[in-house]
């Protein structure tokens, strides 16, 4: 048995009381260009990001007013703003998007990442999109030294219900809100 088989074998043990799962590697493909490519949005990003951060409105049956999604865009752009874009690009046309906010924890010295909005183009799901994208906020909060990732998602969003549960634990939390 090799030392990585042990610890693999080892880890659910030695994490499973806190519910920490090793996240689920990308499923590997014959073509290195069949993978998706993640980045930060930049400047010129605006009129490709628009459709899917449409297209994300569209599936919750919501809309945001124009005024608070150039609010948003700006503030991706502002290194001083805790909210951050990223976007997943396959064969060279953008199909993801997700949109995260670092924010600080009474629980935790360090912050916590909430993954807000995560989107794919229908064209481009079941392709390792969405899986690709959480992954990119799982680097992007190590690298912040932030304690802990979440989200939430609908109860009735079955196909990413799947992936979430493949790549995090499920707190059993219920969210309450009151619209201000």
Request: net charge positive.
């Amino acid at each position: 048995m090799t030392t990585a088989t042990v610890a693999r074998k080892s880890f659910p043990s030695r994490f499973s009381r806190l519910g920490v799962r090793p996240a689920a590697k990308i499923r590997p493909t014959t073509a290195l260009s069949l993978l998706p490519h993640r980045r930060p949005v930049r400047t010129d990003d605006f009129n490709a990001w628009l459709p899917l951060w449409q297209g994300y409105q569209h599936f919750y049956q919501t809309q945001i007013s124009e005024r608070t999604t150039a609010t948003t865009w700006q503030r991706f752009l502002d290194p001083s703003e805790p909210v951050h874009a990223a976007l997943a690009e396959l064969d060279g046309a953008i199909v993801g998007i997700v949109h995260f906010i670092e924010h600080r924890s009474t629980w935790t010295e360090g912050n916590y990442m909430y993954l807000q909005d995560l989107f794919t183009a229908p064209e481009a799901r079941r392709k390792n999109v969405a899986r690709t994208l959480i992954e990119y906020v799982y680097a992007q909060s190590h690298e912040r030294g932030c304690a802990r990732v979440y989200w939430l998602t609908h109860e009735t969003n079955a196909d990413a219900r799947a992936l979430y549960d493949d790549v995090a634990m499920r707190s059993g939390f219920i969210q309450y809100r009151k619209m201000l």
